[in-house]
C-alpha cells in the first residue's frame, strides 16, 4: 500500500463497512462525531467511564516506556470518547 495514502486514511468499522458494501447506509453514527451507535462507548463526563479511561492509560504509560504523556480526543457534543493522542519521548529526551 502507498505509504503516504495510508497515513491520511482513517481505518475504523465505517471504512470496512462501506468497504464490503459501497452503497449500504451506514448512518448508525451521531450527528455530532460519527461514533458508533451500535456499540455503548466511553463519554468523558461521566465518572464511571473516566475511570475506566484513567487506568487504561496509566496501563498504557506502564508498558509503553516511549509515551510521555496521552491527551483524549473526545466530542465537544456527546462527550463521546473518540481516542487517545500520545506524545512520544524525542530520541534524546531526559525521562
Ligand atoms: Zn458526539
Known amino acids: 500500500m502507498n505509504k503516504r495514502l495510508s497515513s491520511h486514511v482513517k481505518f475504523d468499522r465505517q471504512y470496512f463497512k462501506k468497504k464490503a458494501n459501497p452503497k449500504a447506509d451506514v448512518k448508525n453514527v451521531t450527528k455530532c462525531c460519527g461514533q458508533s ?34 491527551k483524549l480526543n473526545s466530542c465537544s457534543n456527546c462527550k463521546r470518547l473518540i481516542g487517545y493522542i500520545s506524545e512520544l519521548y524525542e530520541r534524546d529526551e531526559e525521562r
Request: aromatic share 0%; hydrophobic share 35%; charged share 40%.
Open 37 to 70: 451507535l451500535d456499540r455503548k462507548g466511553l463519554k468523558v463526563n461521566r465518572k464511571a467511564d473516566m475511570k475506566l479511561i484513567e487506568d487504561h492509560i496509566e496501563e498504557h504509560l506502564r508498558i509503553h516506556s516511549s509515551v510521555k504523556n496521552i
